[in-house]
């Protein structure tokens, strides 16, 4: 069926077969991609395993947590040379 789908609209069976067995595989075993993406941490392995009982609004929220993580992160590591105590008793 894929390699009729393919014919049809003229695209690379190899390819989507390809993207076809990941999705399978992510849909599984989602801690198995990350393992071949060189990703060991436990902690984002255990989240991964997760990730497809959570709602689109919960993934949502989890993004935006992180992104405001490294954000913070970002603005006090740009103070060259001053010790993370110090920045926290000028802020």
Same mark, same amino acid.
């Given at each position: 069926m894929l390699r009729d789908l393919c014919r049809e609209l003229n695209l690379d069976f190899q390819e989507l077969e390809i993207i076809v067995v990941l999705d399978k595989l992510r @849909?599984?075993?989602?801690?198995?991609?990350l393992h071949i993406a060189g990703v060991a941490?436990?902690? &984002? &392995?255990? &989240?991964?395993? @997760?990730?497809?009982?959570?709602?689109?609004? @919960?993934?949502?929220h989890i993004r935006w947590l992180v992104a405001k993580f490294v954000e913070e992160n970002a603005s006090n590591s740009t103070l060259p040379g001053i010790e993370q105590t110090e920045r926290k008793k000028t802020q």
């Open positions: @849909q599984k075993h989602p801690g198995v991609l941490e436990p902690e &984002i &392995i255990a &989240i991964a395993r @997760q990730w497809p009982s959570l709602s689109d609004d @919960q993934k949502q």
